[in-house]
């Protein structure tokens, strides 16, 4: 699923070298947290959600094949870059 959310991403925003994505299993759900750039939020995003959503639904329909759930958060590198001097 994180190699799936990383190049829909990537295609979608003018910084691709800013795009992180973090994959952790809790359960029985597969937990993608997306990173983009703060000014690239909005293209991934979309008018309302719109983006986003449809992300979502690729990769719950790719997680289904697996028989998985997934749970995709969509975040600023900001909060990566602040997680990551923890």
């Known amino acids: 699923m994180k190699e799936l959310v990383e190049v829909i991403a990537k295609a979608l925003v003018e910084h691709p070298d800013e795009v992180a994505v973090r994959e952790r299993t809790e359960g029985k ?4 947290d997306l990173y ?4 690239d939020m909005g293209k991934v995003i979309g008018r309302q959600g719109r983006i986003a959503k449809a992300i979502r639904a690729v990769v719950k329909a790719a997680a289904t094949r697996e028989d998985v759930a997934v749970d995709v958060n969509i975040d600023s590198t900001d909060l990566l870059k602040e997680d990551d001097a923890l």
């Open 29 to 32: 759900v597969i937990k993608v």
């Open 36 to 39: 983009v750039a703060p000014a």
